[in-house]
């Protein structure tokens, strides 16, 4: 059982110095013993302290990584129901599934798949993050050269799939030295599955048949010294994930039931026969705490609304996503193209740089920083004004960059144009641009074509 939060604080150093990001050392502890806050947030505590406190301040839903290197793939350590009570850290990983039985043309498509359908959005490259490969084959020899050829292929993390014991071990006698999640593990093969584990040092993914089985699997495995486990209910409906996924979380954080905190894993592949409803249960998994999604197929218009809801859910609420200050060139902008200005909102960015492009005239966008905060926010907040604009153009070289010596401001901010002119000098010419984004390409070929 965990420490109180006053059994926490006195193993605190009490110098309430706000670095953790609450003004005292008993609000951190209360947090600390909450679930709401991590130990690594205090830089104070002693060694002693971190030895007594481990339990205490370990993350309700134990973190589980797969993989190794910058295609590492970490699930679990959340510790709240909802977005909004603080943030989600690891996002859902979606795996692709690829079966031994699979032919070797079905299996380059998948692999292409899995490189191919990569997007760029806001600054971040969204895609798929594992395999599942399953043993379906019968045939050890089958199944190691799967797993042979989808890692000389790729560095994405791997899902050993099955519930024979030889399988996996055929598999993991392929893999390399990055971390994999063996799959397939029920009672009666717990003992074997995980000796493999505990050899091999990967984690276990346990298929129970409801909760109460779960629980003694999760039992099971901490007295085999098996740390590392993803849960598989065995729910294959809509309802019963709902449920099941729900009640997991519920127990790891509310009821704090330490057999429940682990990530879990959704196999839809399994739940469904076509690809639009396997998006359906995929859609429910990554809204409700589903660790690890396993698709049958990388199909791009099921594939990127996942991946973009997966993104709206994980981005942090309380920090804007943002794009770096500076010049970006559009459409091979040179000296003599003219100047538009936004905010560094990420996606006020995308929207102006896409209209921008759109448009095919040759611009150069300027974009200041603002924290995060789109421009009529910025300009109320005083980030998006016109001294501050010019100041930091100035200092990123706009004179000796710029001849053309013409800004566009956006039609919002129309009234820091003054302000603008003034800071940049006489030679520079502001003009007032649209109030919407999507007439800047009417606005730019009128002015500038």
């Known amino acids: ?28 502890a209360m947090n600390l013993a909450a679930g709401k806050a991590e130990l690594s947030a205090c830089p104070y505590v002693s060694d002693e302290a971190k030895a007594m406190l481990s339990e205490a301040s370990a993350p309700p839903i134990r973190p589980v990584a797969i993989g190794a290197g910058k295609d590492a793939f970490k699930t679990g350590g959340e510790l709240v129901m909802f977005r909004h009570e603080k943030t989600f850290f690891n996002p859902t990983g979606l795996a692709l599934k690829i079966s031994d039985s699979d032919s070797a043309e079905e299996v380059d ?10 997007y760029e959005r806001v600054g971040l490259l969204l895609k798929g993050d594992l395999f599942a490969l399953k043993a379906e084959s019968g045939n050890a020899d089958t199944y190691a050269a799967l797993v042979k050829k989808v890692r000389g292929a790729t560095d994405a993390g791997l899902i ?15 893999r390399d030295d990055s971390k994999v999640l063996i799959y397939g593990v029920t009672k009666d093969n717990l003992d074997a599955m995980g000796g493999l584990a505990k050899e091999h040092g990967a984690s276990l993914g346990v298929i129970g048949n409801g909760l109460d089985e779960i629980k003694e699997l999760s039992e099971a495995a901490e007295k085999a010294g098996i740390k590392d486990v993803v849960f598989d209910s065995g729910a294959r409906t809509a309802g019963d994930q709902l449920r099941d996924q729900t009640a997991i979380r519920r127990l790891a954080l509310t009821a704090k039931d330490r057999t429940f905190g682990f990530p879990t894993i959704a196999p839809v592949c399994d739940m ?11 859609a429910a998994g990554i809204a409700k705490y589903a660790g690890i999604i396993i698709l049958s197929d990388f199909q791009g218009q099921y594939l990127f609304p996942l991946l973009l809801e997966r993104l709206n859910i994980y981005t942090d609420p309380q920090r804007p996503m943002k794009t770096d200050e500076g010049f970006y060139s559009m459409n091979d902008a040179t000296a003599d193209s003219p100047v538009v200005v936004t905010s560094n909102f990420s996606l006020t960015y995308f929207i102006v740089s896409g209209e921008i492009e759109n448009s095919r005239i040759p611009c150069w966008l300027y974009v200041k920083d603002t924290d995060g905060l789109s421009v009529l926010t910025a300009w109320a907040a005083g980030k998006f004004v016109g001294d501050s604009i010019g100041e930091s153009m100035k200092k990123q070289g706009c004179n000796d960059k710029i001849a053309n010596k013409k800004i566009v401001i956006p ?25 919407e984004a999507s007439f800047i390409p009417a606005y730019l070929k009128q002015h500038f074509a």
């Open 109 to 118: 498509r998948k692999l292409k798949c899995f490189v191919d359908h990569q």
């Open 272 to 282: 469904a026969d076509t690809p639009m409803k396997e998006a359906v249960l995929a």
């Open 411 to 435: 039609g919002l901010a129309a009234i820091i144009s003054g302000d603008l002119e003034e800071e940049l000098g006489d030679e520079w010419e502001v003009m007032v641009g649209p109030r």
């Open 160 to 174: 050993l799939w099955s519930d024979n014991p030889d399988m996996i071990k055929a598999g993991l006698a392929e």
């Open 1 to 28: 059982m965990g420490l109180t939060g006053i059994q926490i604080f006195k193993l605190l150093p009490k110098t309430n110095c706000k670095e953790c990001g609450v003004p005292t050392c008993l609000a951190f």
